[in-house]
């Protein structure tokens, strides 16, 4: 992350400061909240897990100094998640005759578990209050939520079908989650400015399709090229849009991205490149709009914002790790042309 200095100075308009004081305390609920569902889930016999961790910031933007990573925009991301090889109780009636058995050429459903915190930030040079028309700059903005992934893997598609639901305002985190990576990293950071100005409390509900297509050419110790065009769709008060784009890979001994049948072959390492596009269509997207009712902070969001990413991964048995840069183009008419950040993901893979 970036730029923020240790002091907060006192600001007009501070009516959340009640609520960041209980912050800590709801942040070790929900915590223990979301272990407790995915042991749960765990504890089911005979169950194949892939845990993972993804982490989005510009910190990550490894070709720039730590000084020039601007911490503003889509501020930071964190996900948790837990996948299962089994389908979720809410889609049992879609996954009839599924199997995910070795050699299978069945589709195979999955369910991911996911606890999620999003963040958006406006330009901090630009903070609340210290400049006369910071209201054209983005919103201080988060989102805290749990979702339910089900996927249905074959050997040439991928549908994924996630219900999310959360909370946006001071109940989910945001100014403490920033603060404390601050902290952490408070050589290059100094204090923001202005979450009293946020988007406030709503419930949040989000409802997503994505389906996608697979054209590969492999070998299981060789080289390996493949493509993954996809179209998708989200509703919700959360994010209401529709995407299309299209994802390559090249590589060495590339195992199939999503047929878990097919991975009882693979080799013990493979490495990768990756580059993708995506074009998306929003008709509303909360840390732009606003609240749905009665909002009291929004700016003139744009309707198509293209995306381009790169990045690099590798697999070693059971353990995945990469690395992506992500460019996006201009979300709001007052908004940067473009903005960049880094994503980190890693994954283990538990077999019983």
Known sequence: ????????????????????????????????????????????????????????????????HPAARTDEEYSNGVRLSAE???????????????????????????????LAQEIYTPNLDRAPYTVTDWERERPYAAWLYVSSTARFARPHSLDEIELAAGVTGAPALGELAQTIAHHINERYTRRAHGWETQIGFEPGLLARYRRSWLARAATRHGPAIELQPFIGAAAGNILTNAEAGAQARVGIAVSHPWHVPEWHERAALEVYVLGGIRQEVVAHNFSLDGNTVNPDRA??????????????????????????????????????????????????????
């Open 84 to 114: 299962t090889y089994r389908a979720p109780w809410w889609a049992r009636r879609l996954a009839r005759n599924a199997s995910c058995e070795a050699a299978s050429r069945s589709t195979c459903v999955s369910h991911e578990l996911m």
């Open 1 to 64: 992350m970036h730029l923020t200095d240790t002091s907060r100075g006192t600001v007009p308009g501070a009516s959340n400061r009640g609520a960041s004081r209980g912050a800590p305390r709801a942040f070790l609920y929900a915590i223990r909240t979301a272990a407790i569902l995915l042991a749960a889930t765990a504890s089911q016999a005979n169950a194949q897990w892939a845990w993972r961790a993804r982490l989005d910031n510009d910190a990550y933007n490894f070709w720039q």
């Open 299 to 352: 700016v003139e969001r744009r309707p198509a914002v293209r995306e381009h990413t790169v990045g690099i991964g590798a697999r070693y048995k059971r353990i995945t790790l990469s690395w992506r840069a992500v460019t996006r183009t201009q979300e709001y008419s007052s908004g940067p042309r473009l903005h960049r950040y880094g994503v980190m993901q890693g994954g283990i893979e538990v077999i019983p």
